[in-house]
């Protein structure tokens, strides 16, 4: 039970269930000592220095970069480890042909034999988080075990850590089991199982934050997402962002989209010039939590407090309120470092590398300066476009919901489906291709449904099936539509300039959830006809414009047997209103 403010309890009586756990743990792990953190300032403070003392952490200049901090992970754990992370259900179809798979018992034991002993001579560290506000209806808590101080400091960031965290678990009974430890951190001795029928998760053997940052993407999307369906709403890798048109109307839409989309770019959208009056808000860059409202609306929270971001090609010009926001209170992992002590990337713009992300005097033949996975973790409060609604309790309604990938040619610069049905398939079927820098081949094409392809906690096709249930909740559901940023001519260059002017295609979708815009109907949805389009001071021309508009309908004949044949995979389990609406627009186009 929740105690009043001015009461004083030791941490570990305020939940009997948590502490009975912490013990348990404790007897397998053999902790030097354990430490229950309450969130405090001075609590941060003192495991900065305690890192600091260990040359495992870096003060950066503290005129230019004030309060902010250099961390450097293992060469060897710098990102996810997706060929290492189990989804561990009773029936391996429940995890379905988009996960891997282990039985549970098997992946205990598998991991209880790694963790055995394992933080002898170190610190346990008991984190209680809560992901949401902490006043909310719709957040969830998680209590996160670790022997790392980086974790505990990264934590504190991105989520409602601490006392009052704990004093929800004890109120609500209720709490997600995460249990990490960086063991040796051998790539050979690196896993993360995720039990979703049990609400727990076991991370060992790496420090890296998709892996050991454990309310992130292991609860707030994988656990989350299981979660939600049992409980009738929606966890999602989505943006959630806030539009005020010059009239003073506001909307918030949410957006999935694959890496290397533009997802960030578009959470802390500036608006172009020649569009004056608007306003942008950012409530979330990464995850959102959808649930249906009692007013019949799709209403959603930020499950995060900060952002954990990718700091190569953040600068001034590609996203200003992102720079700005990371000159304060951030903590940067992996970046490199100029010889007057501030952090350094590929793609910021000015300065010059002088220490490279190993800690090695820097040399152009050693590769880029800062990883090409480097991060910085800030508080969401310091990002310019802030608004006070990612802390409402009750959410924001939604008035869109957005899927997008990358595509040379195929999909238009804008769609809205017919309906949440097709909605559901438009998000199923998301795919980006891929280029020559990065593969080898140009236009591989790689189907990311809803963007969770390594985030579903459990099978796709009952995913989606459960989409098909959260929309018929819906008395007022909001629109659906895809976006492609990415068209380009026979020369590869860009048709649409993106960033900033990306707004023009938001504005249309508002205007047609509001019913003022106009659209041509086409066999794969609706789209803008160039005159819909605010193009006022745009460097567009017609030819382009008309291109970015189009739907080829040999090309999309293609395309729709891809996507039945990508579907078919998950067998008999797939939705039948998924393949009635591929049938819908296979007929369409004829």
């Known amino acids: 039970m929740a105690t009043a403010p001015n009461t004083f309890i030791p941490l570990p009586e305020l939940s009997k269930e948590v502490a009975e756990w912490v013990g348990s743990v404790a007897q397998l792990t053999q902790p030097h000592r354990i430490h229950w953190c309450d969130g405090s300032a ?314 490279d992300w190993l800690g090695r005097p820097y040399e152009a033949k050693n590769g880029p300066a800062a990883h090409p996975n480097s991060r910085f973790t800030v508080s969401a409060v310091h990002n310019p476009a802030y608004t006070p609604e990612a802390e ?17 040619e195929l999909a238009p610069l804008v769609y809205e489906a017919r309906s949440w049905a097709h909605g559901v398939l438009v998000g199923a079927s998301v795919a980006s291709e891929t280029t020559a820098a990065a593969t080898g081949a140009v236009g591989v094409v790689r189907r990311d449904p809803m963007a969770m392809k390594p985030f579903c906690g459990y099978n796709f096709a009952d995913y989606w099936q459960h989409w098909l249930n959260v929309g018929a909740k819906l008395k007022s559901p909001p629109k659906m539509f895809h976006v492609n940023w990415f068209r380009q001519n026979a020369d590869g260059k860009f048709l649409w300039p993106g960033f900033g002017d990306n707004l023009r295609v938001l504005s249309w979708m508002l205007d047609r959830c509001a019913g003022r815009a106009q659209a041509q109907d086409t066999a794969i949805g609706y789209l803008p006809r160039p005159q819909d389009l605010n193009t006022t001071g745009l460097d567009i021309s017609a030819e382009n414009l008309n291109e970015i508009l189009s739907v080829k309908s040999d090309a999309w004949r293609k395309e729709v047997a891809d996507i039945r044949s990508y579907l078919g995979e998950y067998g008999a389990r797939l939705p039948a209103a998924l393949l009635a609406e591929v049938d819908s627009v296979e007929k369409r186009l004829g």
């Not at 189990?86 to 034999?113: L, R, V, Y």
């Not at 995850?287 to 959603?300: E, F, N, T, V």
């Not at 924001?396 to 990358?406: E, K, M, N």
């Open 42 to 355: 001075a609590e941060m403070a003192q495991l900065r220095n305690e890192l600091i003392a260990k040359q495992e952490l870096q003060p950066l200049n503290a005129e230019s970069f004030p309060d902010c901090y250099l961390a450097r992970s293992h060469p060897s754990d710098v990102a996810r480890v997706e060929h290492l992370t189990f989804i561990c259900t009773s029936k391996q179809e429940d995890a379905g042909p988009n996960n891997i798979w282990m039985a549970p018992a098997e992946a205990h034991q598998k991991m209880d034999a790694l963790f055995q002993g394992c933080m002898q001579g170190r610190t346990l560290y008991v984190v209680p988080y809560c992901m949401g506000p902490i006043d909310s209806p719709y957040s969830r808590c998680g209590v996160e075990i670790t022997d790392s101080a980086y974790v505990v400091i990264n934590m504190g960031i991105m989520t409602r850590m601490g006392r009052p965290a704990l004093e929800r678990i004890a109120a609500d009974r209720t709490f997600i089991k995460g249990l990490h430890s960086i063991g040796e951190l051998n790539p050979d001795r690196r896993f993360i199982m995720h039990f979703p029928e049990e609400l727990s998760i076991k991370s060992f053997g790496s420090g890296y934050g998709g892996n050991a940052l454990l309310g992130k993407k292991c609860h707030a999307l994988r656990i989350a997402s299981y979660q939600a369906r049992t409980e009738g709403w929606l966890a999602e890798h989505m943006l959630i962002v806030g539009l005020q048109n010059p009239q003073g109307e506001t909307h918030y839409v949410a957006c999935a989209f694959p890496s290397a989309c533009g997802k960030t770019n578009l959470a802390m959208l500036i608006p172009p010039d020649s569009m004056p009056g608007w306003k942008v808000f950012t409530v979330g860059d990464d995850i959102a939590w959808l649930h249906p409202g009692p007013d019949g609306r799709l209403w959603a929270i930020n499950p995060e407090s900060g952002y954990f971001g990718v700091a190569p090609g953040t600068s001034p010009k590609t996203n200003r309120n992102a720079y700005e926001m990371i000159r304060k209170d951030t903590l940067f992992t992996n970046v490199a470092r100029t010889a007057n002590n501030e952090p350094w990337w590929e793609g910021i713009g000015a300065g010059e590398p002088s220490i």
């Open 392 to 408: 409402n309790p009750r959410g924001v309604p939604i008035s869109a919901l957005v899927f997008g990938g990358r595509r040379r």
